[in-house]
């Protein structure tokens, strides 16, 4: 709100307005009170206000009569009440609703508080300010009206708060009878989410420290649901209604500082919850963080098995990675191969889909790893890490990340290029020619040099490769939120031509790999398609794997011949693959890193130590010595 109130405006609007209550001349008021700048402060408002009311009868006129009718009239209820928004049944239609209000402001339901305050947080106060004001001014100002209204006013505020603390606790007790808590009725019958009500009516709380007591109570089951959450999997309503419960749990907790002593910090952040009251990426990633979360921990799991710690176990990686490099290398030739078969685009690029897929997932099953597949895992599990362990020995962590990483990517590269040199040789030495092209092998130098679109191409494919981890975590909830394993064990259809035993294999089976084989299915046809529908739109997306990069390249020199290495196109494009690679990993890598930590993966315990949040950054400033 950026329009400029006068003194003058104030007292106009105050005189001269008939109605008895009237939304324009507070809103009018609070513009005026709190817009603010470099020159003048909030403190600087509250003694000019202050000079007002002493030395201006008119203006102290028109300031006490409308003050003195919005004592009168005005309701707290919904202020207290409300929880980050509207109290909606489902996280899709509390989005809907938020962005109906954003689209469409709702007007004033009667003269609740709330709509005033949604006028002063629109001006972007800084909530913190409010620490600041001088007591003394503020007092001097409630002198001005008479101490019934004041006393009035205290009474309303005492009693809303009461009415509110009942209001939401039974919605929280309403709330736990849903099918997310799994515990029988007479259980939740006698929950402490139940027995709230017993020690507090609309009308008065008769013992406070009863009620504090059940609220901790009933916030520990809140968080140990949401706990469980990581082994059971959950879907995105019932993370929805959780987070309302604990988010309604955190109120209360709120409202009982300010029945008992008008804490103030209380007060900023019940302000501060309202002021999230319409963002929809609040809203957003304040209920799928947590779903985020888990995903995440997902691939942290995953994550664990990339870390090699000791020569042993880098030896173990390098050794899976070169048979991942192996496999790719038949990747290669099967997509150089069925490159001539003159398919339509889309039938081609399915095709391409289904090679990488299958690729990919012979690889997993085999127990090689991919070096590409494995920052994004590896940085859901460092963030995860930075829970458990000392600064020092996360720094450690991230020495043998890198170390891991180097090793595994030589292990992919290493093997792929003498695999394809072979398959080169095979195939002249069977048919006479090799088995790709010369005009193949041009295009294939000249498409990764540096100096083209590979680096974007290669940062593309980096997000491609995050987003696959992610599917991969996000299956593995989902198999787990709606227990597929028992379905296929108790439905007579499914996988009904195998015998009890055979089938409950399968059901583990899916059960322990579910997650990697859609993940893996995902990325093998997101680097099929997506060339194609790059050509179809006519834009420059394409995609660029380092490993499958430097087969093609190698297949190309070996069809060239060793003339190649005097045209200054193959260093071109051996940089290009360098690209690739440190961009493949770079991004993925940096994508799970910042997801992770968004999702509130960091400790409160890690924050309040005053460690950065960037892994990277207390990485960098080690190795740099700015940072012991």
Sequence with gaps: MSQKVSLAD???????????????????????FFTTNTKTTLDQKLDYLNHLLENNAQFREVFIKKWTIFIEQVQFDSLWVHTFSGESDSFIQELIWALNQKIISAPPQGCEISHLVDEVLQLDVQLDNYRHFDSANFIKILSYFPDEKISYLVNEVQASLVRSIYILSSKNMSDIYSSIFKMPSSEKFSSDFVKVLKVISLQEISDMQTLKALNASNMTMINSTIENFRETGVSLNALFRIKKI??????????TKMYEDYNFKSLAAILAERKNFYS??????????????IVSLTSAETGDHYVGRSRQAIAKLFTSACGGGFITGFTVLIKTLSSYMHLAPFLSGVLNGLNYSLCFIIIYLLGFTLATKQPAAIAAHLTYQWEKLTKSEILDEIDSVFKSQFWAVLGNVGIVIPTVLLFSYLSELAFHQNFMSPEKAQAQIVSMSILSFTPFYAF???????FSTFVSGAADNFFKVYKFDEVILNSPKILSFLSPANKRKWANFLKNNFGALCGNTVLGFILGIVPVFGDFLGLPIDVRHVTLSSGNIAAAVYTLGIDVFYKPEIYLAILGVFTTGLLNLSVSFMISLRVAESSNALSEKSLDQNYSKSLLNLYILKKIGLRK
Excluded: C, M, P
């Design 10 to 32: 104030l007292i106009s609007l105050g005189t001269h307005q008939s109605k008895k209550w009237d939304w324009n001349w507070y809103i009018l008021f609070v513009t005026w």
């Design 246 to 255: 604990k988010s309604r749990l955190q109120r209360i907790v709120h409202l």
């Design 460 to 466: 593309l494919t980096g997000y491609f490769l995050w």
């Design 280 to 293: 929809l990426k609040f809203q957003f990633f304040h209920y799928s963080s947590q779903l985020i979360e």
